[in-house]
């Protein structure tokens, strides 16, 4: 007969095997790769770049750089320096790499640098230090041969700036279409288009990829310009391991995107990935990170968009948002990859 207690004890012993058994579901050598997904629309496009390194068997670190490069080289594009400014007027630009082994380097409030994910890396690579800001950041960047580009807005940015400074007015309610009631331009035959609005104006301003090349290495890489006329010196999630961006080469990776503030609080891609250690697959644990989200603000999470995306060593992808509207790009083979519009908490 089952006790009250042997039931609770049998249970236990269920819950405790099934990190094991997903664990063992798909064989490592079974594993989806190479593969790379990377944020929003854009990240079929940023897939490509990566997936020239990735198919001819190349390294995921190489892989997630080349990635976030490609985006950064779009100067009438958001997440560079084409990227909406501060609210002083200056575009400021944060990025974070990170490979399977820990290694990891990151920029914060770097300026005039066209490519912040090489500086990072440079950083990771040749110094004993994670993260350098602002001006030592770009001594850093200039000593180490980067360009120092001038100090200019592109033409929508600075078109953005200006309507902006008629107001004046921090509304950081980003990525969430219903709410900004405006229509995201679609590209023709295409689910999504470019990461604008038909006003011209961004819709976000951020790029992580996450990657597994061919021997089972993961990486992951994230740039932004950060939240549109934020405060001088302010830093958001992107730069921050942990946060914007985590890749453990046992588990897998998780990069985010959103407002930055809330998934610093939260410790957000850390959090993701260690819900896959402990057995979640990577969609159960943007799901879990997305509630543990709205659960710490009951209030405000209506209002604010959070994005994250996650990959284990099988090359199982999850996605999860607090609101609707976050799309990811998953490019696993030659068939120039997918955009999904992610679930969402609130629906
Ligand atoms: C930030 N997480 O600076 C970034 C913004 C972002 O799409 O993701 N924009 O907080």
Redesign the pocket.
Known sequence: MTTRRSFLRWSAFAVSLSPVRSLFALPKSAAVKPIVVSTWDSGLAVNAAAWKVLKPGGYALDAVEESARSIESEISCCVGLGGNPDREGHVTL?ACIMNEKYDCGSVAGLERILHPISVARKVMETTPHVMLIGEGAQQFAVANGFKLEEDKLSADAEKSYKEWLKKSEYKPL??IEQQQGKTPKRAAGGPFAPNQFEDGSFN???MGTIAMDAKGRVSGSCT?S??AFKMRGRI???PIIGA?LYVDGEVGAATS????EE?IRLGGTHLVVEFMRNGATPMEACKKAVERLVKINPKKAKDFQVGFIAINLQGEVGAYSVNKGFSYAVTKADDGGKVFMAESYYK
Do not use: F, K
């Open positions: 944060d980003m990525n976000h301003d951020t932004t950060g939240m958001g999630d992107s914007g995107s959103g407002q930055g998934v």
